[in-house]
């Protein structure tokens, strides 16, 4: 059984293929440079409705986590570690997203974290590794 | 203030049986609820000329609603001057102040309101292959394919994230949100119609599985099958209604002024409650130390101290305090929580079990857990990590 991905569409194509180049993007207002986090065809703090796609640096912070330990998808066996991330360049931006390559005992909020992606069939799911331990090697699966 | 709570009361409740895979038809329980309020308030079907339920028709998660407005309209041969339903509502209880809002403006004099819920019957349908099980193999769209790729699937984790940055900041203890948990039971205790109603430790709380840290078992509500319903009639009518008496709304909160979303607010809490909170408080000149009882939406415990916070029953950061020990919030407390037992002990009536429990508390009614101080007033909430409603209540 295979793990439930979004559905793309024109809208949010941009934001779950972004890891094919490694980088995280996000749509911003071209009028005030505010990030929009969902996507959506206006910018909630100017409400211009002129944007663009740009690529962030793909640090952020954790704001706060829980593990995981009940099944709720069959493809994705507990535990696992589910968190909020605020991304450096604006922390108002949230992800709700997995950490990677942590034990439990080590999350830390406010530990800054650096983003990664795991690639399934058209989608990279962006998800985040405390900085410092260990970028995943390439070729290393998913 | 000329406000519109003052021009309706509630002057019937009704509920059906409440279980575990009962394996009825929600239909039938919905019926059996909707029956019961229209006697009890003293009506017909016949007076009865406006609906309104929360969600209604839903896609994706049919447990969560056992029936729609058209069914009991239809079904109930109900001639209406207005009816709605939707998600998309101050909470389930959102559909209450759009009852209050049609008798308000001259639409209805009786409106008959519903919540049906057959979560735990409709599980068992789908594990025994009765009905199929539609989740699975599709893309996800709109909200949820922000959490749902991540395993983030159930509230358990959302609001457990919100409680995990909140103990971060404020040092609130599972010992101290236990209270919740543990006050639910005791209460459950005398409720004749609670799922859970075994005594329950600190120990017993602590040590039940995980579901999602900081949240174990006991932390998160019990699905069940059930229907409540009640009556909102013009208050005008309260006087020749079976009791001659009913309840009023002194004060009722709809607002929301945070963001609509699980996870680009105020992470701290579990959002939707604030706007809610103090449009409440604007609309009254009544005061916490005048509210003799609360009814707090407690899906999670977390969400009922989200509440005491958010409503201002204790400042910023100093639930934990304020629940330490579970004195304050017990029966014969300061202030007593959730007397029927709460979602977390009596079951998941989703939203209406607070206003059904305040109605039958504040008329007298509420046999063996009736509270030993009459209580005059009461603080009702429903929400749930979507935008949520309070409603403050008094005998009239
Ligand atoms: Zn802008």
């Known amino acids: 059984m295979k793990r439930p991905l979004p559905q793309l569409t024109d809208s949010n194509r941009f934001f779950w293929t972004a890891g094919e180049h490694g980088k995280l993007r996000f749509l911003r207002c071209t009028d005030c440079a505010n990030l929009i986090h969902p996507p959506v065809p206006i910018c909630g703090k100017c409400l211009s409705t002129r944007q663009e796609v740009v690529e962030v640096s793909g640090r952020a912070t954790l704001a706060a986590f829980t593990v995981n330990h009940q099944m709720w998808i069959p493809s994705i066996e507990p535990p696992y570690i589910i968190a909020l991330v605020e991304i450096e360049e604006q922390p108002d931006v949230r992800l709700t997203t997995n950490i990677v390559g942590c034990a439990e005992s080590e999350l830390v909020i406010g530990m800054p974290l650096a983003v990664e992606f795991e690639h399934y069939e058209d989608v990279y799911l962006p998800v985040f590794r405390p900085l410092g331990m260990g970028q995943r090697q390439p070729g290393e699966g998913a | ?64 609603s056992g029936a729609a407005a058209w069914d009991v309209m239809d079904a109930l041969r109900l001639d209406v001057k207005f009816f709605n339903s939707g998600l998309e509502q101050a909470g389930q209880l959102g559909s209450i102040a759009a009852a209050m809002l049609a008798v308000s403006a001259g639409l209805c004099r009786h409106v008959l309101c519903f919540r049906t819920v057959w979560e735990a019957t409709y599980t ?3 594990r025994t292959g009765k009905v199929r099980y539609s989740g699975g193999g599709g893309r996800m769209g709109g909200d949820q394919q922000w959490r749902i790729p991540y395993g983030a699937a159930s509230a358990a984790n959302w609001i457990a994230l919100y409680c995990s940055r909140y103990m971060h900041e404020y040092g609130l203890t599972r010992e101290q949100l236990g209270q919740i948990a543990l006050n639910g039971r005791r209460n459950a205790a005398l409720t004749d119609y609670a799922i859970y109603t075994e005594p329950m430790t600190l120990e017993d709380y602590l040590g039940a599985r995980i579901v999602s840290t900081p949240f174990g078992l006991y932390d998160c509500d019990v699905p069940c099958d059930a229907s409540v319903a009640f009556i909102i009639s013009h208050i005008d009518t309260v006087k020749d209604s079976r009791r001659g008496t009913g309840v009023g709304f002194e004060a009722v909160g709809t607002g929301n002024h945070e963001r609509v979303s699980w996870d680009q607010g105020d992470i701290r809490y579990e959002p939707g409650l604030l706007g809610a909170a103090q449009m409440m408080w604007s609309r009254t000149d009544l005061r916490h130390e005048d509210i003799d009882m609360l009814q707090l939406y407690d899906g999670f415990s977390f969400n009922a101290l989200c509440w005491l916070e958010r409503l201002g029953f204790c400042a910023e950061g100093e639930a934990g305090d304020f629940l330490e020990g579970g004195a304050r919030i017990a029966r014969d407390g300061e202030l007593p929580l959730n007397t029927n037992g709460g979602q977390l002990s009596a079951g998941r009536l989703h939203g209406y079990g607070f206003l059904h429990e305040a109605c039958v508390q504040l008329l007298g009614e509420a046999g063996a857990r009736q509270l030993p101080n009459q209580p005059q007033t009461a603080i009702a909430t429903s929400g749930g990590g979507v935008p949520g409603s309070a409603f403050l209540l008094r005998k009239l």
């Open chain 2, 1 to 64: 203030m000329d406000k519109y709570e003052s021009r309706s009361a509630v002057t019937g409740m009704g509920m059906s049986e409440v279980g575990r895979r009962l394996m009825r038809d929600p239909l039938a329980l919905t019926f059996d609820a909707c029956l019961a309020a229209i006697e009890d308030a003293g009506l017909t079907r016949e007076d009865i000329d406006g609906v309104c339920t929360y969600p209604g028709t839903v896609g994706g998660a049919p447990g969560i």
């Open chain 2, 124 to 126: 068992q349908l789908q």
